[in-house]
Nanobody
Framework: VQLQASGGGPVQAGGSLRLACTAS????????MGWFRQAPGKDREFVAG????????AYAGSVKGRFTISRDNNKNTVYLQMNSLKSEDTAIYYC????????????????????WGQGTLVTVSS
C-alpha cells in the first residue's frame, strides 16, 4: 500500500492550494481517508476526513469553512482544497487511510489510520 501526496508548496496568506493523495489500494472505495498536518514543534493534528463515498466529511475547527476534502474513487485519489490560507496553516500535510471502518464513517483519530503518505510541505507567508 502506498499513498503519494502532492500539491504542497509556498503560498501567500489568503491564497489557495489543492493537495492530492493517490493511493495504490485495491479497495480504495471502501476506505475512509483523512488529512493530518504537523507544524514545526507541534504535535500532529487532524485536519479533515471523508467516508467511503464522500457522503460524510469532518473538519478540524481551525479549517472549517476554508478547507474542503473530496475524493474521486475512479482515480483512487483524495483531495484537500485549501482556501484563505493563513500563516498558521504552515505544516507538513499527510494523507492517511483507514481501511477498517464501515460505510459512512469518518475517522478522526490518527491511531485508526493504518497507512500514511510521505507528507507534502505547505508554507504560508504573511
Amino acid at each position: 500500500v502506498q499513498l503519494q501526496a502532492s500539491g504542497g508548496g509556498p503560498v501567500q496568506a489568503g491564497g489557495s492550494l489543492r493537495l492530492a493523495c493517490t493511493a495504490s489500494l485495491l479497495s480504495f472505495s471502501s476506505t475512509a481517508m483523512g488529512w493530518f498536518r504537523q507544524a514545526p514543534g507541534k504535535d500532529r493534528e487532524f485536519v479533515a476526513g471523508i467516508s467511503w463515498w464522500g457522503r460524510n466529511t469532518a473538519y478540524a475547527g481551525s479549517v472549517k469553512g476554508r478547507f474542503t476534502i473530496s475524493r474521486d474513487n475512479n482515480k483512487n485519489t483524495v483531495y484537500l482544497q485549501m482556501n484563505s490560507l493563513k500563516s498558521e496553516d504552515t505544516a507538513i500535510y499527510y494523507c492517511a487511510a483507514d481501511d477498517n471502518t464501515v460505510s459512512g464513517a469518518v475517522s478522526r483519530a490518527a491511531e485508526r489510520f493504518e497507512y500514511w503518505g510521505q507528507g507534502t510541505l505547505v508554507t504560508v507567508s504573511s
